[in-house]
């Protein structure tokens, strides 16, 4: 079956660079989250986007943006990127609607490494 | 935040042992879920229990939730060395499009 697919699975940027990181919902869901797991932490809630609309802001950055395209697909923006960025980025994907957060399905995650 | 804490935060058992791992929130939940999450993997939903539910199984998993006290408890039962992994509690409250993430407990499961 398919499942969620993130890209780039690594990165290295340095300080003050740009990434940028891709995700593929599984077909016909139409949530889709983005989570920033640092080392030995516990996923942490960025955005999420239900029917390509903005849902919900996490502790999102300012420097971060992110949005959902009309395939579905989401990319989350990040700029003048800082050492504290570096940790593994999720993306999730559900067929929860707005009022209800139902199973999530995630991708492997993105590593970024800021150096 | 929304979530407390899980506890324990590390958990040591032997093969055929059962594991315990609970968890706790801080508001009214409409559900509860727990994930599963290797080293550097993606986390993988194990088990769904909504806030009008009390008990709810699923193979060698049983999940309670008792809404009065605001805690959930996961129980692995004749764990394996598969086993081995991070266990995450998360919940969905109220109008919120999101799932918010306890802290975790890290199972290794010996043989």
């Known amino acids: 079956a398919a499942g969620v697919i993130q890209s780039p699975r690594h990165l290295i940027k340095e300080k003050r660079e740009t990434a940028t990181l891709k995700c593929y919902p599984i077909p016909r869901h139409d949530t889709v989250y983005w989570y920033q797991q640092g080392p030995g932490q516990d996923p942490q809630f960025l955005i999420s986007f239900y029917e390509k609309m903005q849902s919900d802001k996490g502790s999102i950055p300012d420097r971060f943006s992110a949005q959902q395209f009309s395939d579905y697909h989401s990319e989350l923006n990040m700029s003048s990127l800082e050492l504290g960025d570096s940790a593994l980025y999720f993306c999730?994907?559900?067929?929860?609607?707005?009022?209800?957060?139902?199973?999530?399905?995630f991708g492997e995650g993105s590593r970024l490494t800021v150096l | 935040s929304q979530q407390g804490e899980e506890d324990p935060q590390a958990l040591s058992i032997q093969e055929g042992e059962n594991a315990t791992m609970n968890c706790s929130y801080k508001t009214s939940i409409n559900n509860l879920q727990w994930y599963r999450q290797n080293s550097g993997r993606g986390l993988v939903h194990l088990i769904l229990i909504r806030s009008n539910e009390r008990e709810k199984h699923s193979g060698r998993l049983r999940v309670t939730l008792d809404t009065s006290k605001k805690s959930s408890s996961l129980l692995i039962t004749a764990s394996r060395a598969a086993d081995t992994a991070s266990y995450f509690c998360a919940t969905d409250w109220g109008t919120a499009s999101k799932l918010t993430f306890g802290t975790g407990t890290r199972l290794q499961v010996t043989l």
């Open positions: 999730a994907s559900s067929t929860g609607s707005r009022e209800n957060t139902g199973e999530l399905f």
